[in-house]
């Protein structure tokens, strides 16, 4: 909402700076966006006179101009307009200034070969009208007089813009800022006086309200003005309209324009010999359509609120006016109109048909149901004052009554809700002076609510009211206890946290990337998952929700990698989702590492990253978090983006728990396809909602201390076996014998090629072996070791290497 | 007697010469070798007169000491030479670099969530999560904006179906109802997460991050809601004091509804909170609006409290000096290492938000 302090000034006895405005406008809850002053720049307008006129010698339309600029200097100035001639007083702009409309700094600029030296301006140019045909003629006399003189009078407040919340109508006019003003003690509100129309002509355009289901116009008043002559508004109300950034178009519109920007009436004029017989306000029949003062063509819904005539629709009522009806200079006969909409019907109009406009906007906050007659009354008698004609009486018809609010406010929640105390007397000076009407019953405060505050229903509205006048400053700091009764964090909010820094501290750069992606990533990572689609994305690139983290991480990867760095590990934990519901989702920890480890050493050998480098990263984090790996299950049935040979699936026990984690090389044809220039790619994903939370916190975790004193011994093995036994069954094998004596197994060598048969594999594990009780003899150590070799052999299919 | 004078003297002199060890060891043996003279002497301690013997004996031991002693510092001093030899020959070069080692770093966002958990912790919230993908009625109908209310424009949604039921929600407040429907009064919480709102340009991002706050209990009041914020505040900006302003707006969860600002000044191009005669917006907060509280089954005729929403990405901008918004979710992996943080750095109450 703009307004200008000027013209808060006709509603409001006040004296004080507008800093201070600024400050109270802010301090009620009217905040202040910013402030302009649009008079910068425009003192550079000169009103000046053409001396003479040649043809310009390289352009048939074009005049080279001798222009008095005042100070006794003669510019020459290249023009195009017809009317420009000697002797015209016109408005002249100088190198330097900057053009309102178009908003270019003009140059000296040679035109067809002759060196202009600024330009004679036309209205549109200067945003004062439309009018483009020519430049501006200056017939009054005063301005001979004034040669060399700034153009615009220098206004003597700024624009200020204010960001109205919603539940505000009554302050998109700006008597109703001055009414706040005025409760929170900052000047005086005037009272408004409203002259009536006395007439006894009769409004002769019959307007009715169709009353069906869902009738969204409760009232229309109407009042038809004859023998009018549309003309330029007067210079006192361009100059208002200028003033909040506004261009003049015609005295009706302006009017009408005015009244709404004064008291948020909005007001609609009707070409009255335009209308066929008369108004019917109704609901819309399915397929009809109207051209709009947008000049666009709208095709209306079935149950639009309409203005219409015999013809068909004029307008959509409240929300914009149509061609067919709209008033012209040559207008003759005016029907103002002033309705009352329902906001829900306004808005669901204006968002199927997507129109904004000043009208709709002001409709939809709820405008006030008794601003009818007001708003007739002041755009009628300026009306007549500007374009002269005559007034009939007001018509208003309507289908319901409106009734004032009744309120019972008792003024002790507003200390329980403020924490602080203001005296009845204050509050009853605070709700007087925006418009309620107050009268004390039993100590409690009985509320008539004034028409423009649809907002008010309810005490907490007026323990609102009462403090944003009183002042938020009144409210005191109650200081914090620093005391806690319940954990901050449950058991997951603690593995989350735990898990972000267990994956960062193994050299993990932790990224954010947003919850959707791209569907040409998000197929390669959402297996057996549904698509899920955003209807309205912000481009088709952000179009789904990620299945995987994968497909954003994927992407980002390779963004880097093409950014020239080589060597990289990232993560990101968050969401994944499975469907469109709430709490179809998953909470994963999904890592990415590329290139290779010791890249350029001069200590190491380099290598490319691969699956165990990965594999370490979950396990060692898993077993950060509190997971036994020795539990650990592990198989190669991992999703269709891994390499199927080289990633596997971690479970925390076998048999029991969903999948704990995925990890191995990203699948060489994604990385193909998607153009991923990296010698290798891995990654993992570890799935937080199947995790099993440990039953007992860490204090009761801890076991009774017990180690063995007695001495151990190491012993080797190497086995023979089928490739497709795995190093993981050999080594449950072995570690089932005996619980007791088998503290340790490592494997410690793999080998396939010369000397062992095909299809085969040399595996090498050291065993160490300690009892708990003594220290065991030759023969102990032999037994075991027998028995080792016996349950792999018979269990595995395994042969010990001689 | 003079027997063992003279081996004493002839080997001493002898170990004055430059010898090896090898040949330090030659004489070891030759003096104590199973019959090496000085062991051979020991010997024959039997047959020696028993007037003699003690002063015999007492001469032997001392020879034998002094000899010993001789030969072991020889060996000590040969040895130590050689090693110091040795370790002179493994000298490397110790400003070549060491073996690669890689540093994660934890996300600014995620540090801020740590930083925001951790004050409020000490002051008795506890942290609860919503799901990302809410319904029509928790996002908004359930916080007192219905259908068609102009509140509504100003969250541009994201839906995931054409009847618009699904969709992102368009701020962390959803979790106040989800949290008030599944437990009883009093309640104390805080929300981090994601929100979404299909806006991007340079300021906007189609996602970002919010905290809610929500405190009900029997007698919360304004008061302790500027309370809670004043130190939150000053806790986050670690500063001694800021300057804090409530300005009245609205939401419609709300009511009374206010803004809040605090003071700032830029100095070489820095933001300095706290100073200054600058206004930054921060936060939104209120105290609950009654049909919020009885849409949830709480009486508001007992229980009132307030509820406020923190953008995480706009703080972490503000307290670290991160001027654009979008390098958030760009994951350029420059950005990440220069203003992440090493994974160490747990906020915590004790030791600090920050080193």
Known sequence: MKITYDWLKDHLKISAKEEKLLEKLTDIGLEVESIENLFEGLDLFKIAKIVKTEKHPNADRLKVCEVD????????????????????????????????????????????????????????????SNESEGIIELTSSKYAKNIGKSYFSKPSSNLIDLSITPNRPDCLGVRGIARDLSAAGFGNLKTDKEKKIKSNKKQTLKVKIIKEKSQGCLSFGSCLITNVKNTESPQWLKDKLISIGQKPISAIVDITNYVMIDINRPLHAYDADKIEKGIIVRNTKSGEEFTALDNKNYKLNEGMCVISDNKGVLGLGGIIGGTRSGTELDTKNVLLESAYFDPRSIRKTAK??????????????????????????????????????????????????????????????????????????????????????????????????????????????????LVRISGYRKIKIENPIKERSKNTLNPTQKLFHFLQRAVASKGYLETITWSFTDTKYNDHFKESNKEIKIVNPISSELGVLRNSIFSNLVMYMSKNLDRGIK????????????????????????????????????????????????????????????????????????????????????FLNKGKDKVAAYFGEIHPNIIKTLDIKTDSLVGFEIFLDNLRLPKKPIKDQK????????????????????????????????????????SNIKVFDVYEGENIPKNQKSIAISVTIQSLEKTLTDNDLEKINNLIIETVENKTGAKIRS | ?????????????????????????????????????????????????????????????????????????????????????????????????????????????????????????????????????????????????PDNHPARDMHDTFYLDENKEFLLRTHTSPVQIRTMLKDKPPFK??????????????????????????????????????????????????????????????????????????????????????????????????????????????????????????????????????????AFFDCDYRWLNHFGFDPLDVPSNYRGLSR
Not at chain 1, 71 to 76: A, G, L, Q, V, Y
Not at chain 2, 18 to 37: A, C, H, P, R, V
Not at chain 2, 224 to 250: T, W
């Open chain 1, 567 to 650: 060597d990289l590990s990232i993560f990101e934990i968050g969401p994944t989702f499975y469907g469109s519901r709430p709490g179809e989702q998953n909470t994963v920890v999904c890592g990415l590492s590329a290139g290779k480890k010791s890249r350029l050493s001069w200590v190491e050998k380099e290598r490319n990253v691969d699956v165990f480098d990965i594999k370490r990263d979950v396990v060692q984090t898993l077993v950060e978090a509190g997971y036994n790996s020795e539990k650990f299950y592990l198989d190669d049935a991992s999703p269709n983006y891994f390499h199927p040979g080289k990633s596997g699936r971690i």
């Open chain 2, 189 to 326: 919480i805080i929300a981090p997460g994601r929100t979404y709102r299909s806006d991007s340009d340079q300021t906007h991002s189609p996602m970002f991050h919010q905290v809610e706050g929500l405190h009900i209990d029997t007698n919360i009041n304004m008061g302790h809601l500027k309370g809670c914020l004043n130190y939150f505040i000053k806790e986050f900006f670690e500063v001694e004091k800021i300057k804090m302003r409530f300005r009245p707006s609205h939401f419609p969860f709300t009511e009374p509804s206010a803004e809040v600002d605090i003071g700032y000044e830029i100095k070489d191009g820095k933001i300095i909170i706290g100073e200054g005669d600058k206004w930054l917006e921060i936060l939104g907060c209120g105290m609950v609006h009654p049909n919020v509280l009885k849409n949830v089954k709480v009486d508001p005729s007992k229980y009132q409290g307030y509820a406020f929403g923190i953008g995480i990405d706009r703080l972490a901008m503000l307290k670290y000096g991160i001027n654009d918004l979008r």
């Open chain 2, 1 to 145: 007697m003079s027997e063992i004078k003279n081996i004493r003297d002839q080997f001493i002199s002898k170990l004055e010469n430059d010898l090896s060890i090898d040949q330090i060891n030659e004489i070891k043996t030759e003096l104590f070798g199973k019959n090496g003279l000085i062991s051979s002497k020991f010997k024959t301690i039997g047959s020696i007169p028993d007037t003699d013997r003690k002063k015999f004996a007492s001469d032997l031991n001392q020879a034998k000491d002094e000899l010993q002693n001789l030969i072991t510092s020889k060996i000590n001093e040969l040895e130590g030479k050689k090693i110091n030899e040795k370790l002179e020959k493994e000298k490397v070069d110790i400003t070549l670099p060491e073996r690669p080692f890689v540093r994660g770093k934890v996300h600014p966002v995620s540090q801020t969530i740590d930083e925001i958990s951790s004050i409020f912790s000490e002051i008795g919230f506890s942290v609860e999560e919503g799901p990302d993908v809410e319904n029509e009625y928790y996002n908004f109908t359930a916080l007192n904006t």
């Open chain 1, 352 to 465: 199927k048909l997507n129109i904004d406009t000043d009208a709709k906007f002001r409709f939809e906050r709820g405008i006030d149901q008794l601003s009818i007659e007001n708003g007739l009354n002041k755009a009628a008698f300026l009306i007549k004052e500007i374009c002269g004609g005559e007034i009939s009486k007001i018509d208003i018809q309507k289908i319901g009554s409106y009734k004032k609010k009744i309120l019972k406010f008792d003024p002790n929640i507003f200390e329980r809700i403020t924490g602080f105390k203001i005296s009845v007397k204050e509050m009853i000076n605070i709700l007087e002076k925006l418009g309620f009407e107050t009268k004390i019953e039993k100590k409690i405060i009985k509320l008539l609510v004034p028409s423009w505050r649809p907002d008010i229903v309810q005490e907490i509205d007026i323990v609102e009211e």
């Open chain 1, 703 to 742: 076991t009774k201390y017990f180690v063995s004193e007695f001495q151990k011994s190491e012993r080797d093995f190497a086995f023979i076996v089928d490739k497709n036994v795995n190093v993981q069954e050999l080594v449950s094998v072995i570690s089932g014998i005996d619980k007791n004596l088998i």
């Open chain 1, 69 to 128: 600029v005042g100070n006794k200097k003669i510019k020459k100035v290249v023009c195009g307009a017809a009317n420009a001639r000697e002797g015209l007083l016109t408005v002249y702009a100088p190198p330097g200034a900057i053009i309102p409309k178009n908003k270019t700094k003009l140059v000296v600029a040679k035109i067809r070969d002759v060196t202009s030296y600024g330009m004679l301006c036309s209205e549109s140019e200067l945003n004062l």
